[in-house]
């Protein structure tokens, strides 16, 4: 069962905003919750992650400053805000969570679908 279904993808040109969601209907309590990437043929990549327990945020380093993080607890949802977008940040978004804190890389335990940004002209 998916428990994380993201919103917000789509087209937008070079320099654009767009801000993605995902909502979590488990019912468990989620130390980290974050979003992934995936281009087209390259693998998978940690974008960022928000850390429930203090509202720690964490960055890639190609994202750093442009893209930005946050959760409403009270609608139990994660946004991934992105500024000045590139045609490089087009891909597929993955949003995950999982019970551990300060999560930097691809070990989640769980995912949602995915939403596909694409940036183009």
């Known amino acids: 069962q998916v428990h994380l279904v993201e919103s917000g993808g789509g087209l937008v040109p070079p320099g654009g905003s767009l801000t993605l969601s995902c909502e979590d209907s488990?019912?468990?309590?989620?130390?980290?919750m974050g979003w992934l990437r995936q281009a087209p043929g390259k693998e998978r990549e940690f974008v960022a992650s928000?850390?429930?327990?203090?509202?720690?945020?964490f960055y890639a380093d190609s994202v750093n400053g442009r893209f930005s993080i946050s959760k409403d607890i009270a609608k139990n949802t994660v946004y991934l805000e992105m500024y000045n977008l590139k045609p490089e940040d087009t891909a597929v978004y993955f949003c995950?969570?999982?019970?551990?804190?300060?999560?930097?890389?691809?070990?989640?335990?769980?995912w949602g679908q995915g939403t596909q940004v694409t940036v183009s002209s």
């Open positions: 995950a969570a999982d019970s551990r804190a300060g999560i930097t890389g691809l070990d989640w335990g769980s």
């Open positions: 488990a019912r468990t309590w989620r130390n980290a």
């Open positions: 928000f850390r429930s327990i203090d509202g720690g945020r």
